[in-house]
């Protein structure tokens, strides 16, 4: 488990992060949300030992990440700009680092090149931005890495190779005790995915939780009535959005489910059902139930 206790960084006047906690527990695929600026990468590069924080702690396991080479084989950091040498190809970066994580997989390296079809001589600033993230994505999955922390990892690939990538962290989670880190802008790309979501906002951390403890308390019912229903007829209930076209209404309400279904009840729908939110939809919930607009954290 990583550890962070009200981690503050700066560069120069410009404050990055502000008093962070969280965890970073095994068994979980975590999605870390927020715009561009909000403190995403910095907070990577922190998990990572890359930076040292000004003030607060950062641990692995109770030990310091920091210029602590054994907790650094631990943690693999794919940034948002791949890093790779000079002239560099695929096959010499892998000797790198082999050097660097002492149980780097041969076999699944070379496995994951063949069924990407990359060609493991070839130089890699001769690769698409596409091509250059696979690579990265190769090596980070060969590493056996405990910790693989993705920095919008995702730009420039296609539909299909997203995909993959999420199989195989899935794959990663249930075979090998990965334990995935996932910085996005975007909470449809971690919809499918993500167990637990982190959400910074000009570099605090605004929403630490499980995604199923989100849930809680919070449904979207789809209902048709007889005739056209008003904001008034639910008016005891804490209803987040209503959206209503003739006499069919979608509501997200915040409330326990059978208080929720009793008020609906009492309208006498013609047609009722439970239907599952959306990722957006849910952080929509929690970032208003805390006092955020959602729309001043992600657009």
Same mark, same amino acid.
């Given at each position: 488990?990583? %550890? ?6 700066? $560069? ?17 695929? $975590? ?22 924080? #000004?003030?607060?702690?950062? /641990? ?30 695929? #096959? ?23 069924? /990407? ?42 539909? +299909?190779?997203? %995909?993959? +990538? ?15 880190? &996932? ?13 637990? +979501?982190? +959400? ?11 995604? #199923? ?23 005891? /209930? ?21 208080? &929720? ?17 959306? /990722? ?20």
């Amino acid at each position: 488990m990583i %550890q962070l206790d009200k981690v503050n960084k700066s $560069f120069g006047s410009l404050t990055a992060l502000r008093e962070v906690t969280m965890q970073v527990e095994d068994g979980h695929i $975590f999605g870390l949300v927020g715009t561009n600026g909000a403190g995403k990468s910095t907070l990577l590069r922190i998990l990572a030992g890359i930076y040292r924080a #000004d003030s607060g702690q950062v /641990l692995y396991d109770g030990a310091p990440v920091y210029e602590n080479i054994p907790v650094k084989q631990e943690i693999f950091y794919i940034s948002d700009d791949p890093y790779y040498f000079l002239n560099a190809s695929i #096959d010499e970066m892998k000797s790198y680092y082999r050097n660097l994580y002492p149980r780097f997989d041969q076999a699944l390296y070379t496995k994951l090149l063949s069924g /990407l079809d990359l060609d493991p001589n070839r130089k890699l600033h001769t690769f698409s931005k596409g091509m250059l993230r696979q690579a990265i994505i190769v090596l980070a999955f060969a590493s056996r890495s405990h910790y693989i922390l993705f920095d919008e990892t995702f730009d420039g690939l296609d539909p +299909v190779m997203r %995909q993959a +990538v999420k199989r195989l962290i899935a794959s990663g989670v249930a075979e090998n005790e990965l334990v995935p880190v &996932i910085a996005s802008h975007n909470l449809r790309e971690l919809e499918d995915i993500a167990d637990h +979501v982190s +959400v910074l906002h000009r570099g605090s951390m605004v929403l630490d939780m499980r995604l #199923d403890d989100m849930r809680a308390d919070i449904y979207k019912i789809q209902c048709a009535f007889s005739e056209v229903p008003t904001p008034q007829w639910f008016q005891d /209930l804490d209803v987040i959005q209503m959206e209503v076209r003739g006499r069919f209404a979608t509501l997200v309400v915040r409330a326990p489910k059978a208080e &929720i279904l009793a008020a609906v009840q009492a309208r006498e729908p013609v047609f009722m059902e439970t239907i599952p939110l959306t /990722l957006e939809e849910i952080f929509i919930a929690q970032m208003e139930g805390i006092g955020y607009e959602a729309k001043h954290i992600l657009l």
